[in-house]
T-cell receptor, first 117, second 112 residues
Framework: SQTIHQWPATLVQPVGSPLSLECTVE??????LYWYRQAAGRGLQLLFYSVGIGQISSEVPQNLSASRPQDRQFILSSKKLLLSDSGFYLC????????????????FGSGTQLSVL | KQEVTQIPAALSVPEGENLVLNCSFT??????LQWFRQDPGKGLTSLLLIQSSQREQTSGRLNASLDKSSGRSTLYIAASQPGDSATYLC???????????FGGGTRLMVKP
């Protein structure tokens, strides 16, 4: 069965420090991968998605970046965190030849609660 | 730009009640609509997915309906239990761009 791992579960970082959140998927090949952010009391915002190794699409311009060095690994990074980067970050995956085919479900990791102080 | 709204933002009911959560979206050109459950500090779990050509989907005590033309979906929970307490989010998949747009969620508390 497929599983998705996301770590760390919680993270407290000072403003200006770097960030690296990692997400890996097991039990499937060539998944579509996503990074979402959920600010307190708000809906999910898509940050990045990837359809393959080295292929990253950004939905929202900001000081975050994403990389996909391996088929089932997706990394969210920042060189210098801002206060506004605080939030709950979720990695997700789906299977398909295209981003979210009409009958495809999206499967989420357990999330990382990031607090920037 | 697609906008998804969920009302109410929070709901508290006694155990055993049947309840309805609402979701509305502004652009009816969607492929599908999904309902998710999120427990505090956890990821999302997909509950039901309704294709744009479908009117409803059922899973156990959950029933989700879709009225694409009016831009509305409801999630019906029968005989609610304390274990149903969570935040419920709806999300629509747009025809253009194939991206999910999420609502802000409804935080449900079922009291024993």
């Amino acid at each position: 069965s497929q599983t998705i791992h996301q770590w760390p579960a919680t993270l407290v970082q000072p403003v200006g420090s770097p960030l690296s959140l990692e997400c890996t998927v097991e039990g499937t090949s060539n998944p579509n991968l996503y990074w979402y952010r959920q600010a307190a009391g708000r809906g999910l915002q898509l940050l990045f998605y990837s359809v393959g190794i080295g292929q990253i699409s950004s939905e929202v311009p900001q000081n975050l970046s994403a990389s996909r060095p391996q088929d089932r690994q997706f990394i969210l990074s920042s060189k210098k965190l801002l206060l506004s980067d605080s939030g709950f970050y979720l990695c997700a995956w789906s299977v398909g030849t295209d981003i979210l085919a009409t009958n495809e479900k999206l499967f989420f990791g357990s999330g990382t609660q990031l607090s920037v102080l | 730009k697609q906008e998804v709204t969920q009302i109410p933002a929070a709901l508290s009911v006694p155990e055993g009640e049947n309840l309805v959560l609402n979701c509305s979206f502004t652009d009816s050109a969607i492929y599908n609509l999904q309902w998710f459950r999120q427990d505090p500090g956890k990821g999302l779990t997909s509950l039901l997915l309704i294709q744009s050509s479908q009117r409803e989907q059922t899973s156990g005590r959950l029933n989700a309906s879709l009225d694409k033309s009016s831009g509305r979906s409801t999630l019906y929970i029968a005989a609610s239990q304390p274990g149903d307490s969570a935040t419920y989010l709806c999300a629509v998949l747009n025809n253009a761009g194939n991206m999910l747009t999420f609502g802000g969620g409804t935080r449900l508390m079922v009291k024993p």
